[in-house]
């Protein structure tokens, strides 16, 4: 996965209880290496879905390089980091990600994170409020939120059938047309907008061995959660990005969700003409809002 990331940035390991997390973050020129112990870590989280991983945010990380640590991994079961063959659950992620953040990190941290990964954040902001700073969320959801399921696309009798569940995850993740299809009709607005390198890259993140297990927990429904009945605890400043047309998850539950609590969630961003991955489709739009979120907060 390391040939997907954007100059300048390698890849580090971190350990954690439920296995070893890779991350990416400055390594080498043209960023000042020498410096980035003394920066203010920017941690980016990626969604879960066939292939998730840190590429995801890698069109945004870079215009904040100069001034942050960037610190994006690949979570547990996912990319380059471990997949342990295991019946994945939401508390997997709950400990490795605070065990990751302490590791790589001096609290409190700013998080950028997106889709399920956001919602979890929500709740581990609540849980460990002084592991962070911010939230800078992009289409939080915990895909059965308001008790309302809406990310699970196949139903469980066939996903659980020995065997047909190898055959939906090599045909539908680790085929090439298949993820092309998968971008272009349900996680992008604009299909033109998926590039050669997307495709490869959430390809290759789907290819590594083991990789289907965490892939059919969440197709599965095993990692949902409602997430309107942690939200209104939230005390950590937020702001929450939207794509305007982001399908299973829309607009109007974003709004719906922000609702429950105006005092943290500060602002709420509709991202217009994108989808569920506005930072991987529209990167200039999420990169200002980003900017001035930080700018607001005074994150430096």
Same mark, same amino acid.
């Given at each position: 996965?390391?040939? !997907?990331?954007?100059?300048?940035?390698?890849?580090?390991?971190?350990?954690?209880?439920?296995?070893?997390?890779?991350? +990416? &973050?400055?390594?080498?020129?043209?960023?000042?290496?020498?410096? &980035?112990?003394?920066?203010?870590?920017?941690?980016?989280?990626?969604? !879960?879905?066939?292939?998730?991983?840190? +590429?995801?945010?890698?069109?945004?990380?870079?215009?904040? $390089?100069?001034?942050?640590?960037?610190?994006? /991994?690949?979570?547990?079961?996912?990319?380059?980091?471990?997949?342990?063959?295991?019946?994945?659950?939401?508390?997997? +992620?709950?400990?490795?990600?605070?065990?990751?953040?302490?590791?790589?990190?001096? %609290?409190?941290?700013? =998080?950028?994170?997106?889709?399920?990964?956001?919602?979890?954040?929500?709740?581990? $902001?609540?849980?460990? /409020?002084?592991?962070?700073?911010?939230?800078?969320?992009?289409? %939080?959801?915990?895909?059965?939120?308001?008790?309302?399921?809406?990310?699970?696309?196949?139903?469980?009798?066939?996903?659980?059938? %020995?065997?047909?569940?190898?055959?939906?995850?090599?045909?539908? $993740?680790?085929?090439?047309?298949?993820?092309?299809?998968?971008?272009?009709? !349900?996680?992008?607005?604009?299909?033109?907008?998926?590039?050669?390198?997307?495709?490869?890259? !959430?390809?290759?993140?789907?290819?590594?061995?083991?990789?289907?297990?965490?892939?059919?927990?969440?197709?599965?429904?095993?990692?949902?959660?409602?997430?309107?009945?942690?939200?209104?605890?939230?005390?950590? %400043?937020? =702001?929450?990005?939207?794509?305007?047309? $982001?399908?299973?998850?829309?607009?109007?539950?974003?709004?719906?969700?922000?609702?429950?609590? &105006?005092?943290?969630?500060?602002?709420?961003?509709?991202?217009?003409?994108?989808? =569920?991955?506005?930072?991987?489709?529209?990167?200039?739009?999420?990169?200002?809002?980003?900017?001035?979120?930080?700018?607001?907060?005074?994150?430096?």
């Amino acid at each position: 996965m390391l040939q !997907f990331q954007p100059p300048g940035f390698g890849q580090k390991v971190a350990h954690t209880s439920v296995g070893f997390m890779t991350y +990416y &973050t400055q390594t080498t020129a043209p960023w000042l290496i020498a410096e &980035t112990e003394n920066l203010p870590p920017l941690v980016f989280l990626h969604n !879960f879905g066939g292939g998730a991983c840190a +590429y995801e945010w890698s069109k945004v990380y870079p215009a904040f $390089a100069a001034k942050y640590e960037i610190i994006a /991994p690949d979570l547990i079961g996912w990319g380059e980091s471990a997949h342990p063959v295991r019946d994945y659950q939401i508390n997997d +992620y709950l400990t490795s990600i605070p065990e990751f953040i302490r590791h790589t990190c001096r %609290p409190p941290v700013t =998080v950028i994170a997106s889709s399920l990964t956001a919602a979890l954040m929500i709740r581990l $902001a609540i849980a460990h /409020p002084f592991l962070f700073q911010a939230l800078f969320l992009v289409c %939080p959801s915990g895909f059965d939120d308001f008790g309302q399921g809406t990310g699970r696309r196949l139903p469980l009798g066939v996903i659980n059938i %020995p065997l047909l569940d190898d055959f939906i995850y090599t045909v539908g $993740a680790q085929n090439e047309l298949a993820v092309r299809n998968f971008l272009q009709s !349900f996680l992008f607005a604009k299909p033109e907008r998926v590039s050669s390198e997307m495709v490869q890259a !959430f390809l290759a993140s789907a290819k590594q061995p083991n990789a289907k297990f965490a892939a059919l927990a969440f197709l599965q429904g095993k990692l949902y959660f409602d997430l309107s009945l942690y939200i209104q605890q939230l005390t950590i %400043p937020t =702001v929450i990005l939207w794509g305007e047309k $982001a399908q299973f998850t829309n607009v109007q539950l974003g709004q719906r969700l922000r609702k429950l609590n &105006t005092n943290a969630i500060r602002d709420f961003h509709t991202i217009p003409d994108a989808g =569920v991955l506005p930072h991987l489709e529209r990167p200039e739009i999420v990169i200002g809002l980003l900017q001035e979120f930080l700018d607001l907060h005074n994150i430096n």
